[in-house]
């Protein structure tokens, strides 16, 4: 044994057979107990090439374990590297999703709203606990819902990555909203549905600038129509001023036909002056810069401002 380096006390020779020598010699840490009779050298090689056997298997072990140890200690590291990964990973998530500046949401398969960041839950008018007994379709205006259902039919068998669209969601309180929303489905490496992410945009106030965007449009091009149409009648107005004018000096005041005929040249001279308005209105009239009393101005356009105003709003004149 000392020749193969092994220096352990590993197997006891006696000749007292008592159970009670045998034990406590195991216990003190003896491979083997031999009672020495005519037989004892038969077994003891046997014994000593277990014993030796032992004793490397156990110092094999002893080195397996400490390499265990080592590669438990780089797992480990490991492990907790992809632990600090994930939380980061977490962290960024949980950063952008409930710091967004528009609505978030995250859906199942059946459209249930797991997860909602405040922006969704101040826009809708619903809690926390209560938007998750709601499903996307539960939110969405009756009108939009068979559109809606279709995307995300189509998101969950995977026909369909991503949709967007314009629809109208419902708050708590009945409130139809108009709203931009982006929604995309997210699938395993098999395939399958794992849930669905979407971004929600209340559009209302582009709807509204659209709107007037829309009116001021139309108002434009009401200008354009009546400023060619004023252009061309007023030049009508003066071939009919000019002839009554022509009328008017062939003829004696006294003439019976003399006041029809101002009357035609003072009709003429109104309808003048409400094409002059309209020309001022489209922005196409001849610049003429002339002394003139404003309070007589706006009085004349005390006539035309109703129509142009309409009648939710109220207007007042204060000349000086």
């Known amino acids: 044994a000392r020749s193969l380096d092994i220096a352990i006390p590993f197997i006891v020779i006696t000749g007292k057979g008592d159970e009670e020598t045998a034990v406590a010699a195991l216990k003190l840490g ?6 020495k009779d005519e037989h004892y050298l038969g077994q003891l090689p046997r014994s000593i090439d277990h014993a030796i056997a032992n004793y490397r298997l156990i110092q094999m072990n002893q080195k397996l374990n400490e390499e265990l140890k080592e590669m438990n200690v780089l797992l ?4 907790d590297r992809r632990v600090a990964a994930l939380e980061a990973t977490e ?8 710091g967004s500046p528009v609505g978030n949401a995250i859906t199942d398969n059946e459209g249930r709203l797991l997860q909602t960041n405040s922006v969704t839950r101040d826009l809708l008018g619903y809690s926390e606990e209560e938007i998750r007994h709601l ?4 939110i969405t205006h009756t009108e939009d819902r068979a559109e809606s259902e279709a995307h995300f039919r189509q998101l969950v068998d995977g026909t369909e990555r991503q949709f967007r669209c314009e629809s109208r969601l419902i708050s708590k309180t009945g409130e139809s909203i108009c709203c931009r929303i982006a929604v995309s489905g997210l699938h395993n490496d098999q395939g399958e549905f794992q849930c669905a992410m979407g971004a929600i945009e209340d559009i209302r106030g582009q ?4 709107k007037q965007l829309l009116f001021s449009q139309k108002m434009e091009a009401i200008g354009r129509l009546s400023g060619g149409i004023a252009h061309d009648f007023n030049n009508i107005l003066t071939a009919i001023i000019g ?4 009328l008017l000096l062939d003829r004696d005041p006294s003439d019976p036909g003399y006041a029809h005929i ?12 409400l094409i002059h308005q309209l020309l001022t209105f489209s922005r196409r009239q001849v610049l003429d810069p002339v002394t003139l009393d404003l309070n007589q101005l706006l009085d004349d356009l005390k006539k035309m401002v109703p129509r142009l105003v309409g009648e939710d709003v109220q207007y007042a004149f204060t000349l000086s």
């Open 243 to 246: 002839h009554s004018d022509v």
């Open 135 to 138: 499903t996307l379709l539960d």
């Open 91 to 98: 962290r960024q998530f949980r950063t952008f999703f409930n």
């Open 76 to 79: 480990q590291e490991n492990v």
């Open 30 to 35: 003896a491979y083997d107990y031999i009672v």
């Open 262 to 273: 101002a009357t035609i040249r003072e009709a003429g001279q109104r309808a003048a002056g």
């Open 207 to 210: 709807k509204e600038l659209e």
